[in-house]
């Protein structure tokens, strides 16, 4: 029979020791991330759950892994010298949705993106990761008058290519896998937080580019998201969607 010295014991102890000092930093980073993602929410008006905890952490864990939707550039319009627009086709694709109608536009899109981002972390049929996709899309409507936003608002996520054959079932009833045809877009990319006041104006001032035409909606847009709503000045695009030819 093999002898446990005091050698041993000791270094069992280290061990421990240093176990603990690991779950301890992981806790105050899951309570650093926590607390950052609380105060963002909170200029949002939308309380944040504390078992989003969990998801936040994971996020932030695959944040550098992120598959695109994929996409063919059609056109690009330059103007001093950078990209102005791009006109893009995207192929039909399943996607997982929900919609909210909140009084404000950031607080349906960040009760919806809570709802995804607990389907994407582990609340779906086959309980795991499944993997982030950009961008994240909100569809968005106008008032007839053209002076407001409608409060329904869809937020949709694009299944990764391992799952757009069998997309994993949510266990949120709210959200919806949706299979969506082909979309024909013009896009331009504008960088900062996305409030009714930030999207009406891009809106302006992208129909200010483009100049008159028939060719695009003109009641429904879609404002894609490239990262998570606690970075300030993240990317984001506004979509004029094409008429069917």
């Known amino acids: 029979m093999a002898r446990i010295t005091l050698e041993d014991l000791d270094g069992l102890g280290e061990e421990a020791a240093a176990g603990d000092e690991e779950e301890e930093e992981e806790e105050e980073e899951r309570g650093r991330l926590f607390a950052h993602w609380e105060a963002v929410a909170s200029t949002h008006r939308v309380s944040l759950p504390p078992d989003m905890a969990g998801p936040i952490v994971q996020m932030t864990r695959h944040n550098q892994a992120r598959e695109p939707v994929p996409y063919i550039t059609l056109s690009q319009r330059e103007k001093c010298e950078e990209a102005a627009y791009e006109e893009r086709q995207y192929p039909a694709g399943k996607w997982a949705c929900v919609t909210k109608g909140e009084p404000m536009y950031e607080q349906s899109i960040s009760m919806s993106f809570m709802k995804l981002m607990r389907y994407i972390c582990k609340e779906n049929s086959v309980g795991c990761y499944l993997g982030m996709t950009v961008p994240v899309l909100n569809e968005i409507h106008l008032t007839k008058e053209g002076t407001k936003l409608e409060r329904e608002v869809v937020t949709a996520y694009y299944l990764p290519a391992e799952f757009q054959q069998n997309p994993p079932v949510p266990t949120d009833p709210e959200i919806h896998i ?68």
């Open 178 to 245: 949706t299979e969506r045809a082909p979309l024909r877009v013009i896009t331009r990319v504008f960088y900062g937080m996305t409030t009714e006041e930030t999207i009406l104006r891009e809106i302006s001032v992208f129909w200010e580019l483009l100049g008159s035409t028939d060719t695009v909606l003109r009641e429904t847009y879609i404002v894609a998201a490239y990262e998570n709503p606690s970075i300030p000045q993240r990317r984001n695009e506004i979509w004029f969607i094409c008429r069917a030819e």
